[in-house]
Antibody, heavy 123, light 107 residues
Framework: EVQLVESGGGLVQPGRSLKLSCVAS????????MNWIRQAPGKGLEWVAY????????YYAETVKGRFTISRDNAKNTLYLQMTSLRSEDTALYYC????????????????WGQGVMVTVSS | DIQMTQSPASLSASLGETVTIECLAS??????LAWYQQKPGKSPQLLIY???SLQDGVPSRFSGSESGTQYSLEINSLQSEDAATYFC?????????FGAGTKLELK
C-alpha cells in the first residue's frame, strides 16, 4: 500500500524557517518524481515544487522561488521542503504528492497524496 | 502561467441526478487535465486523468470530456458520498495550476 506521511509542520514566526519531511512507503520511491502542494485554510490547491526521481530537475512556483528548497534522499525514501523567510501567506496545509507516472519530468496528475502537515506563520 | 477557470463555484443537486462541472483553460493544454475529489478534512483523490481516463477504483458514474479548451466532469446518478469539492488541474506545463474548485452539495 502506497503511503506518504508528512511531518515537521507547526507555528513559526514570519521570517523564520521550517523544514518539512515526507516519508514514502509501498512503492519504489526512487522511480518517481515528487511534489509539494499546499492549501491555505478554506482555499484551493496551489502547486509549490517538483523534484525529479534523481533530483536532476527541480521546479518551483514563483511565489516560493528563492525561499523554498525541495530535496530528496532516495536511500531514506524521504522528500523534504526547506522553507525560509516565511510569510503569513505561506500559512497552509502542505501535502506531498506523487507523480502518477515514473521517470517523467513533464507535469503529471498526482495519484497519491499524504494527509498533509499544517504550517502556520504568525507572530 | 496557464489559468484554469472552473465553474460553477458551488452547486446543489439531488440524489440520482446528473451534474456537470467545467474548467476552461487559458490556452491549449492538449487533453492534459485531471480531476480530483476532496472531502472535508481529507486529501484530494484523483478521479480522471488525461481529460477522460478513469483512475483505477473510481466509479464509472464519473466521466470526463473535452471540447477545445473546455473540459468537463460529469457525475451521473449522484450518490450521497459524492458530496465534496472538485478541482481540475492542468498537467501540460509548469507550473501545474488548479481550478478554484466546485463545492457539490446534496439536497
Amino acid at each position: 500500500e502506497v503511503q506518504l506521511v508528512e511531518s515537521g509542520g507547526g507555528l513559526v514566526q514570519p521570517g523564520r524557517s521550517l523544514k518539512l519531511s515526507c516519508v514514502a512507503s509501498g512503492f519504489t520511491f526512487s522511480n518517481y518524481g515528487m511534489n509539494w502542494i499546499r492549501q491555505a485554510p478554506g482555499k484551493g490547491l496551489e502547486w509549490v515544487a517538483y523534484i525529479s526521481s534523481g533530483s536532476s530537475y527541480i521546479y518551483y512556483a514563483e511565489t516560493v522561488k528563492g525561499r523554498f528548497t525541495i530535496s530528496r534522499d532516495n536511500a531514506k525514501n524521504t522528500l523534504y521542503l526547506q522553507m525560509t523567510s516565511l510569510r503569513s501567506e505561506d500559512t497552509a496545509l502542505y501535502y506531498c504528492a506523487r507523480q502518477d507516472r515514473t521517470e517523467i519530468v513533464m507535469p503529471t496528475p498526482f495519484d497519491y497524496w499524504g494527509q498533509g502537515v499544517m504550517v502556520t506563520v504568525s507572530s | 502561467d496557464i489559468q484554469m477557470t472552473q465553474s460553477p463555484a458551488s452547486l446543489s443537486a439531488s440524489l440520482g441526478e446528473t451534474v456537470t462541472i467545467e474548467c476552461l483553460a487559458s490556452e491549449d493544454i492538449y487533453s492534459n487535465l485531471a480531476w480530483y475529489q476532496q472531502k472535508p478534512g481529507k486529501s484530494p483523490q484523483l478521479l480522471i486523468y488525461d481529460a477522460s481516463s478513469l483512475q483505477d477504483g473510481v466509479p464509472s458514474r464519473f466521466s470526463g470530456s473535452e471540447s477545445g479548451t473546455q473540459y468537463s466532469l460529469e457525475i451521473n446518478s449522484l450518490q450521497s458520498e459524492d458530496a465534496a469539492t472538485y478541482f481540475c488541474q492542468q498537467h501540460h506545463d509548469y507550473p501545474n495550476t488548479f481550478g478554484a474548485g466546485t463545492k457539490l452539495e446534496l439536497k
